[in-house]
């Protein structure tokens, strides 16, 4: 008996340590499966084809707008981004708990399409902190930066519509964090309901055969 899949939609100010949480989780546990988006953004550098994203032009992209190939997409900070439906529906269907690593425009439409949806928000302890790691990240303009914490400002305003508030300070305690949150979502009620039939069918049985 395989227990279900959760979805589980992380956000987090550009510069919080997302992609850093992402590749440290799934090396530590087997259960979990990260979406990899669409987006036309380009590539970082180090960044490949199909594993940070799958990379495509405008008009790629808004191909498989008209195919309703994507669960959601957003634009953020001049491009898209989108998540690919059919990996999440074949991953989510194995009882692997995926991952979405989306900003706020995408998780509200995620949760209103999959209200079952856990929503976890990553920020730093402070803003000073966020700005040090965006610059020592060093993969984007100082334009873009400034872009990006302005993007924060606003983000930082639907802090409130997420389930879970994670700090990234040390990244061990952070990723444990973020997997205990998860762990506890499984032993809700409501995703235990076949053990608990087949208790109660038991304990019947007991008090029949008295
Ligand atoms: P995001 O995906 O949220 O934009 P990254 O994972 O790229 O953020 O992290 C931004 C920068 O901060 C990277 O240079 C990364 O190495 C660094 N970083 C991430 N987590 C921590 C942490 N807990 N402590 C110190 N530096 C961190
Ligand atoms: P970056 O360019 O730093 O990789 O990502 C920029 C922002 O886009 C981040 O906040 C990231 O979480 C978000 N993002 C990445 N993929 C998706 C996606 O598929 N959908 C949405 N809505 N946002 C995404």
Do not use: W
Not at 118 to 133: G, I, Y
């Amino acid at each position: 008996m395989g227990r279900e899949g959760i979805l589980i939609v992380v956000s987090g100010f550009s510069g919080a340590g997302k992609g850093t949480i992402m590749k440290e989780l799934l090396s530590r546990y087997e259960q979990y499966a990260l979406s990899v988006s669409a987006t036309t953004r380009k590539p970082r550098p180090g960044e490949e084809e199909g594993k940070e994203y799958f990379f495509k032009s405008r008009e790629e992209f808004e191909q498989m707008i008209a195919d309703d190939a994507l669960i959601e997409h957003a634009r953020y900070v001049d491009n898209y981004y989108g998540t690919p439906k059919a990996y999440v529906e074949e991953q989510l269907a194995r009882g692997r708990d995926v991952i979405l690593e989306i900003e706020i425009q995408g998780a509200r439409k995620i949760k209103k399409r999959f209200p079952e949806a856990v929503l976890l928000f990553v920020t730093t302890k402070d803003a000073q902190t966020l700005k040090e790691r965006l610059l020592g990240r060093k993969t984007e303009t100082p334009e873009v930066i400034e872009q990006r914490l302005a993007r924060a400002v606003q983000e930082s305003e639907g802090i409130e519509e997420y389930d879970y508030l994670v700090v990234n300070d040390e990244l061990n305690v952070c990723v444990a964090e973020i997997h205990s949150i998860i762990e506890s979502e499984h032993r809700k009620i409501k995703y235990n309901m076949e053990l608990i039939n087949s208790v109660r069918e038991e304990l019947r049985n007991f008090s029949e055969g008295e």
